[in-house]
């Protein structure tokens, strides 16, 4: 896949995700502190790296800073994105599967190298859910991005 990758720091957590990722064969779009020319700021490069995947330039994105919480804000205004902040295995498998999320968020700060290849084992491995009430939900967000809350 096309994986658009964001951070505001060049921490070796948020390296060790971009080699991870080639690792896995996706390619990478790096984005902020993860290239010389990029903006550094969490609100630029977190959009930056979502508007990738709403106008089909990549597949998905993971975006980080310290927190998480203003990576996964930032992506989510994008109109097509639904971006998930991620602590542990079992939340990324269910953004996967319940939220058919396409923007997976990380907290650079609780994010280890262990518990990052196991983020990432369970989001990559996790498919949409075909329920009928969860694909609903989903619907439901995508109405959201056009201003709508009903058909
Ligand atoms: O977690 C974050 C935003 O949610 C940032 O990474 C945190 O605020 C640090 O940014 P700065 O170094 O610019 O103060």
């Not at 996967?96 to 990380?106: G, H, M, S």
Request: glycine share 6%; with cysteine; proline share 5%.
């Amino acid at each position: 896949m096309r994986i658009s990758v964001s951070s505001d720091m060049d921490e070796p957590v948020a390296r060790s995700l971009v080699a991870a990722l080639r690792e896995r064969g996706h390619e990478v779009h790096p984005h902020g502190a993860l290239r010389p020319d990029g903006d550094p700021q969490w609100a630029v490069c977190s959009e930056a790296a979502a508007r990738e995947v709403a106008d089909g330039t990549a597949d998905q994105a993971v975006v980080c800073c310290w927190t998480g919480t203003g990576a996964s804000i930032a992506a989510n205004k994008v109109p097509g994105v639904r971006a998930a902040l991620c602590t542990d295995a079992y939340t990324a498998d269910g953004a996967r599967r319940w939220n058919d999320a396409n923007v997976l968020a990380l907290s650079l700060r609780l994010t280890s190298e262990p518990l990052l290849t196991e983020i990432l084992d369970a989001w990559f491995a996790g498919e949409p859910s075909a329920d009928a009430e969860d694909r609903q939900n989903v619907d439901r967000v995508r109405l959201l991005d056009h201003g709508k809350t009903r058909m």
